[in-house]
């Protein structure tokens, strides 16, 4: 059983691009009417269900506290979990994307969406979305109170006659009941961020311009010391303002300070809270790691080292006692008094999640942040924690054996790593590759699996061999002793009696000059593979050569990045524009719009096929 691995994913905190989430919303809707079923000529059809939430995303968070007994974080994707004091609840939907948050008590929030719509919590029910701003964008929200919120944002790109008009930014304000008319701030074109401590005073940034907001006419704009990437205010006379380059300047009701040094110039700044004039934390952008969080007590900047910090997207603090932050991969950590508890995963994190189905009634995802869930013929339970975040490939034979691998920058190197799993327990990583990227794998039994990309190696069941030359995207091993790897440019290579061949180039070089080989490879026997290219065709090994097959007559459409064949007469290809294709042994069939935008398609027999959401969500095609 296969899983392409998604080298993209163990590189960084990525996810998903907006696009695609539109696009799988769009798809959503007309499953939801029943439009979309995908079948094959000469096997039952199969029709796909709706999602099931397993592991829900929590992509691009932000948080907002009241207390320290009261704290409400949404995704970017619109699910919302509360914090307690001491855990946190469950999901809850809440029917926006998530571009701010404000809490003013623990009985209300206001939370806006990129897309200008906004949605309110009263006293533990989320309301319905409401629109605000549905011709422009709406960036950041602050509450004073219950009856009194801001939303700031921008007009989007004008065109014809109004393209050369000066775009002008937009507000709105929330009475307790419904939301103004978005109207215009004069001399500013666009507002990012906006912070209010009471509803006479509000203050709001652009690049490099302040405003401020009485409650009923904005000031004159005046120039910033820095573009701020963030802002917090304490009072009517204190807000810091931060930016990337690590500064941070403060405001005193009048006039701001000279920027001066917080943090290290890569650290990347990204977000501050202040609970007062005498004391603010600000933490930072960068890639995670053992990062620092950095603590303003009135005077000075200090450092704090929070474990495995780093990435961060929000915080918010509600006094010297309490802060909460959040990672963009579903992390969070609570600050108690300045020691920093361990990160708690709210969701699946960068919302991909890798999948592998040995059979109908066995499949194993795991997410970005190495948590795992089993489906067992009926439903999903959470599983084994694997220990490892950021893995990129996944293959499992049944669900007592499964194998996973990861790559990352190790000593100014790129390492790859794999981990198995017994049934019982995930192992500890182990290095197949160093230097060396591993970008797929692929396993037949518990003692027979191959991982290639910089090279090619083979795990026997306790060791992995040393890597042979090859540079591969993907690999796929239909039974023991023998696999086939395929490379971007039309080369393949074998393994069979005991060592790899190859490379041997499909045909002619020239015909993948325009349309190489994307990685989407699945083989049944020694004797049938098929191969995926970017636009439009399939090549079909027959144990001996490869034949080109037309898949899609629109070669300008979606590469095809995905294929499972169950039999030589039972294929089911994916590619990124969410559509799927039949093969019957002879031909594909044509391409039908599904629902399906990860790469891990699995279709073990020819009556059972399961894929992924970006949302954490899983769809099951199978017989009426």
């Not at 619109?78 to 994307?97: C, Q």
């Not at 590619?575 to 891990?600: E, Y």
Request: hydrophobic content about 35%; charged content about 15%; some cysteine.
């Amino acid at each position: 059983m296969t899983s392409r691995g998604k080298a993209q994913q163990a590189s960084g905190w990525g996810g998903v691009g907006r696009s695609r989430r539109r696009l799988l919303a769009a798809a959503l809707l007309l499953a939801a009417a029943g439009l979309l079923a995908v079948g094959s000529s000469n096997a039952a059809a199969l029709t796909w269900s709706g999602p099931q939430a397993v592991d829900p995303a929590f992509e691009e968070g932000t948080v907002s506290c009241a207390s320290e007994s009261f704290c409400m974080a949404v995704s970017f994707e619109g699910t919302a979990r509360s914090y307690d004091g001491s855990s946190w609840s469950a999901p809850m939907d809440v029917e926006s994307n998530a571009a701010g948050i404000s809490c003013p008590t623990s009985s209300f929030c206001a939370v806006i969406g990129s897309g200008g719509g906004a949605v309110t919590y009263h006293d533990g029910t989320w309301g319905s979305l409401a629109e605000v701003y549905a011709a422009g964008f709406l960036r950041s929200v602050s509450c004073a109170s219950e009856d009194f919120c801001v939303a700031v944002g921008e007009e989007p790109q004008l065109k014809g006659k109004k393209k050369h008009k000066q775009k002008m930014a937009q507000y709105s304000v929330f009475n307790g009941s419904s939301w103004s008319p978005v109207k215009g701030v004069s001399g500013v074109v666009r507002l990012q961020n906006v912070r209010c401590v009471s509803s006479t005073f509000c203050l709001a940034t652009s690049e490099a311009q302040m405003v401020t907001f009485n409650g009923s006419t904005w000031s004159s704009p005046t120039l910033l010391p820095l573009s701020p990437t963030d802002i917090s205010c304490a009072s009517e006379t204190f807000c810091v303002a931060i930016n990337e380059d690590g500064e941070g300047a403060t405001f005193n009701g009048s006039s701001w300070s000279t920027p001066s040094a917080i943090a290290p110039e890569e650290a990347g700044l990204r977000a501050i809270s202040c609970a007062s004039a005498s004391y603010c934390v600000a933490v930072p952008s960068r890639p995670p790691g053992d990062g620092y969080a950095y603590t303003y007590d009135g005077t000075s900047w200090t450092a704090s080292p929070v474990i495995g910090g780093g990435g961060f997207r929000s915080i918010s603090c509600v006094s010297e006692e309490f802060c909460v932050a959040l990672d963009g991969a579903a992390g969070a950590w609570e600050d108690h008094a300045g020691s920093w508890s361990e990160r708690t995963v709210l969701g699946g994190g960068g919302g991909i999640s890798l999948l592998s189905c040995p059979s109908s009634g066995f499949c194993e995802m795991i997410d970005y942040n190495g948590r795992t869930f089993s489906y067992d013929g009926a439903s999903w339970t959470a599983g084994v924690p694997t220990g490892v975040e950021a893995l990129s490939g996944l293959s499992c034979t049944s669900a007592s054996f499964c194998a996973a691998i990861r790559w990352n920058a190790k000593e100014r190197e790129v390492v790859s790593e794999a981990t198995t799993f017994d049934g019982s327990a995930w192992s500890a990583p182990s290095v197949i590759m160093f230097p060396g990227v591993a970008t797929s794998i692929s396993c037949a039994s518990a003692t027979f699996c191959a991982a290639v990309g910089s090279g090619a190696t083979i795990y026997n069941g306790s060791s992995w061999s040393t890597p042979a030359s090859a540079f591969a995207d993907a690999v796929s091993c239909p039974q023991e002793g023998f696999c086939v790897a395929t490379g971007s440019k039309g080369e393949f290579w074998k393994f069979e009696a005991g060592s790899w061949s190859g490379p041997v180039s499909f045909g002619k070089a020239s015909s993948f000059r325009k349309e190489s080989l994307t990685g989407g490879l699945s083989c049944t026997s020694s004797s049938f593979c098929v191969a995926l290219t970017n636009h439009g065709e399939s090549y079909i090994y027959n144990g001996t050569s490869w034949k080109k097959t037309l898949l899609s007559k629109d070669k300008n459409f979606f590469p095809w990045k995905s294929i499972s064949c169950a039999s030589s007469s039972f294929c089911v290809a994916l590619n990124q524009g969410s559509q799927v294709a039949t093969f019957n042994g002879t031909s594909w069939s044509k391409p039908t719009l599904v629902w399906l935008l990860n790469d891990d398609l699995n279709c073990p027999t020819v009556n059972f096929c399961a894929g992924l959401t970006p949302y954490g969500g899983v769809f099951f095609g199978t017989e009426p």
